[in-house]
């Protein structure tokens, strides 16, 4: 993380927390001595934001991407209940 602002420092200069989030990356906000948020850039949060893979890309990428399996459903009858 770049810089430490006290909360109060980031209210009275938020344009420059925009600024520095955007130019150098996350900026940490504390309250109380105690990290509070992260603000970054909008580039930044879609990078973590995005999905890494689709859903068929990872069944692809699965141990069993390149088996045939049987999708197919059973069609036998269920079995007897007595009640």
Known sequence: MSHAWQLQEAKNKFSNLVDRAQ???PQVVT???KEAV?????EDYKKLAKPKLN??????????GGKN???E???????????
């Open 31 to 33: 309250r109380h001595g």
């Open 23 to 25: 130019q150098e990356g």
């Open 73 to 83: 459903r059973d069609k036998t009858p269920p079995r007897d209940v007595a009640i």
């Open 55 to 64: 859903l068929f890309k990872f069944m692809q990428k699965s141990p069993l």
């Open 38 to 42: 992260v603000v970054l850039s909008v």
């Open 69 to 71: 399996i049987d999708l």
